[in-house]
C-alpha cells in the first residue's frame, strides 16, 4: 500500500507540473535581430541589433547594432562576403568569412575577413527547421474566425502559451487582426501560418501584446513579402525567401534570405514563459482527500 500513496503523489506532482508551458528557445538566433541562412541584402535602413547571415551581406546606406549596448561582442557575422558601402557598424565587432569591404563606412568594433565564423548555419537552420515543425504540432489553444477580412483571435485565457493556426491565404487579404482575448496573463503567442506563399502587404499587425511575446511561424513559406506595414512580433519562415521594402518588424526575422529595407528593431522573442496559472483549489482538494483516504485505509488494515 505505501508504494500505492506514493504512486497518488507522484501523480498529483506529475499534473502540477504539467500546467507549465512548452519551454523552447530559438537558439543561438534568439540573440539576432535578423538571422539568416543565406544572403541578406538591403538598402537604406537598419537592424537596430545583431544581424547574422550565413552567405554573403551587402548593404547600403545601412547601419547594424545602434540600439544595442557598447562592447556588445561580435554584432555582424557573415559567412560569406560582406559589401557595406556607407553606414556604420555599432556597438561591437564584425566577423567576416570571405572579403570585407567597408566603402565610406565606419565601425566601432574590430572587423576580421577570411576568418571562421563562430556560428554553424547548417546545424542552426536544422534545428530551426525541427522547431518550426515542432510549433506547427502544437494543439491549438484558441479559435480563429474571419470576418470579411477582419481575423479575430479567441484564446483561453488562462495557459501561458496561447497557440492558433491561421490559414495564409486569409492572412494574404486581410485588413485587419484583432486579439480579442481579455485575459492573456502576460501569455506567450504562438501563430502558425499555413502556406507556401504569403503577403502581407497592407496590414499592419499588431496584436496589442508586447512584441516581445508573439512569434509567427510561416512552417511551409518558402516566399514571403511584406509591404509598408508594420509587424509586432518575430517571424520564424525558414525555407522563405524575405521580400520587405519599407515599414518595420519588431522583432526577430529568421529565414532562407533577406531583400529589402524594411527597419528591422531590436525586439528579441521572449523565452523565459512566465509561471503558469495553479490549479483550481478544488483539485487541490481532491488529490488531499484522495492521498488521505489511501493513509487512512492502509491504517485500518494494519
Partial sequence: MKHLVKSGFVVFVVILLGTSAHAFSLGTAGDYSAFIFG?????SSDVEGR?????????????????????????LVSGGKLT??????????????????????????TVTSKALVPIDFSAEETYLDNLSASLKGLTPTGTVAYNNGEIDLTGD???NLQVFNIKGSELSSAWGLFNSV?????????????GTSDKMMSMDFNLGDSANNVLLNFYDATRLDLG??????????????????N???DGTIIAESWNGGMQINNYLFND???????PEPSTFLLFAAGLGGFALWRRKRS
Wanted: no cysteine; glycine share 16%.
Fill in 247 to 249: 515599414g518595420h518588424l
Fill in 84 to 109: 557595406l558601402n556607407s553606414g556604420y557598424i555599432h556597438s561591437g565587432n564584425t566577423v567576416v568569412g570571405g572579403k570585407a569591404s567597408l566603402i565610406n563606412a565606419g565601425h566601432d568594433g
Fill in 182 to 194: 481579455k485575459n492573456l496573463n502576460n501569455a506567450r503567442l504562438i501563430l502558425n501560418i499555413s
Fill in 272 to 278: 523565459v514563459f512566465p509561471p503558469a496559472p495553479v
Fill in 228 to 245: 509598408a506595414i508594420g509587424i509586432s512580433g518575430s517571424i520564424l519562415a525558414p525555407h522563405a525567401d524575405v521580400y520587405a521594402n
Fill in 51 to 75: 544581424l547574422a547571415a550565413g552567405g554573403n551581406v551587402n548593404i547600403k546606406n545601412y547601419s547594424i547594432g545602434a540600439a544595442l549596448p557598447s562592447n556588445s561582442g561580435n554584432v
Fill in 157 to 159: 485565457g488562462t495557459k
Fill in 39 to 43: 544572403n541578406f541584402g538591403a538598402t
